[in-house]
């Protein structure tokens, strides 16, 4: 492991002190060896990212989405009149041909690549002999091999009995009822920053008042706590010097003083949180919470909705952590395109849970089945939670280079090819600066790419992990300009300490 990984793994991030920045700097490998092609069955069209035809939206764009906007929900937030066409590798296209390069990878989906052939022709085929299973009636092969792999890379291999359902809120959904299940306790802990989806138990567990308001009451027995976020710290302390404070302040204060009556269901986290900001947190925090789930008889369930299939360098991030949960939720890449998300426990808890507990019409349903096993078979195949790892620091390197030059830039975090780029106005006050205006000049220039954090100002760097170097590099240089432009526009770039 490379020394800047090493720094990563202890949950260091490039903070601004610039006292520090030629340190980080030096320290930093130079140049990754490895060119990283695109693999060969990429299309041509999507080898030529990005190449802009026409301003978007185009008129094909534009007919398309004034019918959307008459027949369509608004519930959906679309960040940017862009209308997909196609997709290839790391590359989309729109309605008007115009081809972007894609640090999205579909929020966290298409891991292997955007139509990966392998996912394409396990769908056709299976499409042509059987579409629906019935396969939480019936039993169906793919169904059980898909458990059978999922048994097999799950953390230390030492989950084993897999929930097939359609989404990862329904997984969510699902881990919160085992957990009440097998512990018959009915209270949870989750942390502010939390997404665990829109629905029932996801949209209880889920800790922003924007996401959760207008839908009270939702369900009671929930309690959040603070998560491990050291760059904007609640506590305004320093790790490693705090000592985990909120971990602390969990064990000492929510457990044993408010809230919860000392019944804990389970805790439920995300080893890096996702929507909230792609926060990595220290490396000793996911133990800590192991360890109070097991002082307390209460479950961990380990959200990887986002995290999971090599996105951050490891088939599963709370493998970065040592740390096997007692549920693991998957979602987003688990299907390789098609809505499937599942559940997987350790042996125990799941065949507590006995037959008629849980069911789904479409859970295990012949083409997600077809569709999921393959892209996973395809992301160990081609090795790509190594190639997220490297191709991951290297990106890293870049972005920590590009903060020298940037002072937008106030943090850079991630593992693997999942990264988030903080935005501040001050590096010192660290003031958020939200990012919507820059977003929209990467999506002019030819780069998708979206935002998370409580402030809307962490760009997600979390392309698919075929993605080439090339490609990062050029991604990049499209990145850095619209960070350019905003600072030019804002004069940003006069970091003084306040007063
Ligand atoms: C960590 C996490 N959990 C759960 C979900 C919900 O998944 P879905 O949108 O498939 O319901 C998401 C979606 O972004 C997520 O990031």
């Given at each position: 492991m490379s020394e800047m990984v090493e720094?990563?793994?202890?949950?260091?991030?490039?903070?601004?002190?610039?006292?520090?920045?030629?340190d980080r700097t030096e320290k930093e490998p130079t140049i990754l060896e490895e060119e990283f092609p695109?693999?060969?069955?990429?299309?041509?069209?999507?080898?030529?990212?990005?190449?802009?035809?026409?301003?978007?939206?185009?008129?094909?764009?534009?007919?398309?989405?004034?019918?959307?906007?008459?027949?369509?929900?608004?519930?959906?937030?679309?960040?940017?009149?862009?209308?997909?066409?196609?997709?290839?590798?790391?590359?989309?296209?729109?309605?008007?041909?115009?081809?972007?390069?894609?640090?999205?990878?579909?929020?966290?989906?298409e891991n292997a690549?955007?139509?990966?052939?392998?996912?394409?022709?396990?769908?056709?085929?299976?499409?042509?002999?059987?579409?629906?299973?019935?396969?939480?009636?019936?039993?169906?092969?793919?169904?059980?091999?898909?458990?059978?792999?999922?048994?097999?890379?799950?953390?230390?291999?030492?989950?084993?009995g897999t929930f097939f359902g359609n989404s990862g809120a329904e997984a969510v959904e699902a881990a919160f009822k085992l957990s009440r299940y097998y512990t018959k306790r009915n209270e949870h802990v989750a942390f502010f920053?939390?997404?665990?989806?829109?629905?029932?138990?996801?949209?209880?567990?889920?800790?922003?008042?924007?996401?959760?308001?207008?839908?009270?009451?939702?369900?009671?027995?929930?309690?959040?706590?603070?998560?491990?976020?050291?760059?904007?710290?609640?506590f305004k302390q320093t790790y490693p010097e705090c000592g985990l404070w909120c971990a602390d302040y969990l064990e000492n204060q929510v457990l044993e003083l408010g809230g919860p009556t000392g019944q804990i269901s389970s805790i439920i986290v995300e080893p890096i949180q996702g929507e909230g900001g792609y926060i990595v947190p220290p490396k000793e925090f996911l133990p800590r919470l192991?360890?109070?789930?097991?002082?307390?008889?209460?479950?961990?369930?380990?959200?990887e909705v986002q995290t999971g299939f090599a996105r951050t360098g490891k088939m599963f991030a709370c493998e970065h952590f040592d740390v096997v949960p007692d549920i693991l939720v998957m979602g987003k890449a688990l299907g390789g395109g098609v809505p499937l998300g599942a559940i997987i426990a350790r042996n125990e808890i799941m065949k507590k849970w006995r037959p008629g507990s849980h069911s789904s019409t479409f859970g295990g349903n012949a083409i997600t089945m077809a569709s999921g096993?393959?892209?996973?078979?395809?992301?160990?195949?081609?090795?790509?939670?190594?190639?997220?790892?490297?191709?991951?620091?290297?990106?890293?390197?870049?972005?920590?280079?590009?903060q020298q030059r940037r002072e937008i830039i106030g943090d850079v975090r991630g593992r693997g090819l999942m990264i988030g780029v903080e935005l501040v106005k001050n590096q010192y006050t660290k003031e958020p600066h939200e990012a919507t205006t820059i977003q929209g000049k990467c999506w002019r220039n030819g780069l998708m790419t979206i935002t998370s954090g409580n402030y809307g100002n962490v760009f997600r760097i979390a392309p698919p992990l075929c993605i080439s170097k090339a490609q990062v590099e050029k991604s990049l240089s499209i990145f850095e300009m619209a960070l350019k432009d905003e600072e030019e526009f804002l004069k940003i770039g006069t970091s003084a300490p306040p007063g």
């Open positions: 720094k990563e793994a202890v949950g260091e991030s490039a903070q601004a002190p610039k006292t520090k920045k030629m695109l693999p060969d069955w990429v299309a041509d069209w999507a080898r030529e990212a990005p190449k802009l035809v026409v301003r978007a939206p185009g008129p094909k764009s534009k007919a398309i989405i004034k019918i959307d906007r008459e027949y369509v929900s608004y519930a959906y937030d679309r960040c940017f009149t862009f209308t997909f066409e196609k997709a290839s590798g790391a590359s989309v296209m729109d309605a008007d041909g115009n081809v972007l390069l894609d640090f999205t990878a579909g929020i966290g989906v690549g955007w139509t990966h052939p392998k996912v394409v022709k396990a769908i056709q085929e299976q499409a042509a002999k059987l579409i629906h299973s019935m396969a939480n009636d019936a039993y169906f092969e793919k169904e059980a091999l898909f458990a059978k792999l999922l048994h097999e890379i799950s953390p230390g291999k030492a989950l084993k920053g939390s997404y665990h989806g829109r629905i029932g138990a996801g949209l209880s567990l889920t800790s922003r008042l924007k996401l959760r308001y207008s839908y009270g009451p939702l369900l009671p027995g929930v309690v959040f706590t603070p998560f491990a976020y050291c760059y904007r710290c609640p192991k360890k109070i789930c097991e002082a307390q008889g209460a479950l961990l369930i380990a959200d096993l393959a892209h996973v078979q395809a992301i160990i195949e081609e090795n790509l939670a190594e190639r997220s790892a490297k191709l991951g620091a290297y990106t890293m390197k870049l972005l920590r280079e590009m």
